[in-house]
């Protein structure tokens, strides 16, 4: 095994190797698009979402082995969350939950945060005038 792998936690490649919840969703409630400008990573996250609770969660992450396994990770951590309290998942949370992540691959955890929070603002933005009492920013 390259010495480089050792880099990562026995959990950062088994969700490497094993993404759970990789595809797309038919009518999603909520779908995030993200990207890093610095390597162009993209991942787009989709979200189904009953009476403010995250029932289902699906990727497609164009990216790095870190960003593939913060995404399986992170579609893992909202399943069954509230909604409010996905928004409160931090990229430290989702690496942790990964048994960490190296130093210089810490950044490609924000792409997983980020699409979080981008699928439930799109979730919140179409529930406007659907009688949702959702707060973005609880
Ligand atoms: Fe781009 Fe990891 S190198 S997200």
Not at 32 to 58: R, S
Not at 110 to 121: F, N, R, T, Y
């Amino acid at each position: 095994m390259p010495s480089e792998w050792s880099l990562y936690s026995e959990k950062v490649m088994e969700h490497f190797r094993n993404p759970r919840n990789v595809g797309g969703m038919e009518n999603p409630d909520g779908v995030g698009h993200v990207g890093n400008p610095t390597c162009g990573d993209i991942m787009e996250l989709y979200l189904k979402i009953k009476d403010n609770i995250i029932t289902d969660a699906k990727f497609k992450t164009f990216g790095c082995g870190a960003a593939i396994a913060t995404s399986s990770m992170v579609t893992e951590m909202v399943k069954g969350k509230r909604i409010e309290e996905a928004l409160g998942i931090s990229n430290k949370a989702v690496a942790e939950a990964l048994d960490g992540l190296p130093p210089i691959k810490m950044h490609c955890s924000v792409l997983a945060e980020e699409a979080v929070k981008s699928a439930i603002d799109d979730y919140i933005a179409k529930s406007k005038g659907k009688d949702s009492k959702v707060e973005s920013n609880p």
